[in-house]
């Protein structure tokens, strides 16, 4: 390709564990709340193709593990026969345009209320303390949180499991593995931080036992798929739904050493400029650490551009770099990469409707006579 220079760091291979990579952009996992009654829908298989290029890593938009798993009007689920068979036609259109394609599996915990839970009972988290109510993702809807129950020691094997068999149910969809998310202060954030976590029995307290259920959740997946095909979403240093930690450094090293001993393929962080999910911010702090300290592929999130995604791959800072409103709004964004070609804007105002085209699959390509690499 006369237009590719041969040093452009986001576009050169990557091996990742046994997929072969042709490029490092990646897609990071996008709610977009159209997937109507929990069930991903015809539309979406449209909208991963659009954004799928061969040798292109993807990662699905949150999952959720379980009937208690939900916060969000229609985001997909993965533990009902119904949703697996609904995701199987999406994943195999990615194959087949030569994709790699991870299912980001999710508990909400606290974040939710009792509208969106089975019989209207509490949300589940690790702690009793409520949520202060929101304003929600588009800026004007405020967000109305139920206080959540404490999980008692003796059901948190329970949702241990409920991962477990979310794992075994994207294998079975097709997927090529499963990113477990534990960032943004949902359920496993919400124990991993000690803004949150209030607990006396052994999840609590000491940094040890507060990661005590993450680590039990990869433990179950690594057993259930192969540590080849498992990933995690970690954002030590974000605050998002008043989920902060006194120490994000010595969290997030402790977390990725711990992984270590699983052998897992990827761990994708959340950068500490990332304070909220809009915007990201002067920051003295770095995942430079974690990425030393980490065996696997690094993959880092959170307010990327060309220029500094390609920095960051450059210095060693990430493997790979995971984009997400760019990517939304550039379908084709690889190519676009390419070529230093200008990008769509994004239109914040239709992320989260749940028109099935508008502002999801209508983003124009550069081209249509240009290929997508």
């Keep these: 390709m006369a237009n590719q220079s041969p040093t452009l760091p986001l ?28 069930v991903p829908q015809p539309h979406a298989n449209l909208y991963y193709s659009q954004r799928t290029s061969k040798g292109g890593l993807l990662i699905a938009e949150a999952a959720g593990v379980s009937d208690t798993a939900q916060g969000y009007p229609d985001t997909p689920g993965i533990w009902r026969n119904e949703q697996v068979e609904a995701w199987k036609p999406i994943v195999n259109t990615v194959h087949d345009k030569g994709g790699i394609f991870f299912c980001q599996i999710w508990h909400g ?86 803004q949150v976590n209030d607990r006396t029995d052994q999840y609590g307290g000491s940094l040890e036992n507060r990661c005590r259920f993450a680590l039990d959740i990869v433990e179950a997946v690594v057993n259930e ?25 010595e969290l997030g090293l402790y977390l990725v050493n711990s992984l270590n001993k699983y052998g897992i393929l990827y761990c994708h962080m959340v950068e500490p400029r990332m304070k909220t999910l809009e915007e990201k911010s002067e920051c003295p702090h770095s995942l430079v650490p974690m990425r ?12 990327f551009d060309r220029n500094d ?25 690889p190519k676009r990469f390419e070529l230093n070609a200008p990008l769509n804007k994004y239109n914040r105002d239709t992320f989260y409707i749940s028109d099935p085209v508008l502002g999801y699959a209508d983003y124009p390509f550069l081209d249509k006579n240009i290929s997508v690499v």
Excluded at 11 to 38: E, I, N, W
């Design 11 to 38: 576009l050169t291979p990557y091996k990742m564990g046994k997929f072969d990579l042709s490029h490092r952009v990646v897609l990071a996992p996008l709610t977009r709340r159209r997937s109507y009654g929990y």
């Design 109 to 194: 915990g606290r974040v939710s209320n009792t509208g969106f839970q089975p019989d209207g009972q509490a949300p589940i988290s690790s702690t009793d303390k409520s949520l202060t109510p929101q304003k929600g993702s588009n800026g004007i809807d405020v967000m109305q949180f139920t206080p959540p129950r404490r999980l008692r020691t003796d059901e948190i094997p329970q949702i241990v499991n409920d991962f477990r068999l979310a794992a075994r149910n994207a294998m079975e969809a097709g997927f090529d593995g499963v990113e477990i998310h534990g960032a943004h202060g949902y359920l496993i954030d919400q124990f991993l931080k000690d």
């Design 225 to 249: 798929i192969g540590a080849d095909k498992v990933g995690i979403r970690l954002s030590p240093f974000a605050d998002y739904m008043e989920s902060g930690d006194s120490n994000p450094k």
């Design 292 to 303: 030393k300290a980490f065996n696997g592929t690094f993959i880092v999130a959170g307010g």
């Design 309 to 333: 995604g390609n920095n960051a791959v450059a210095e060693g800072h990430a493997d790979l770099i995971a984009f997400g409103r760019l990517f939304l709004a550039n379908p084709d964004l």
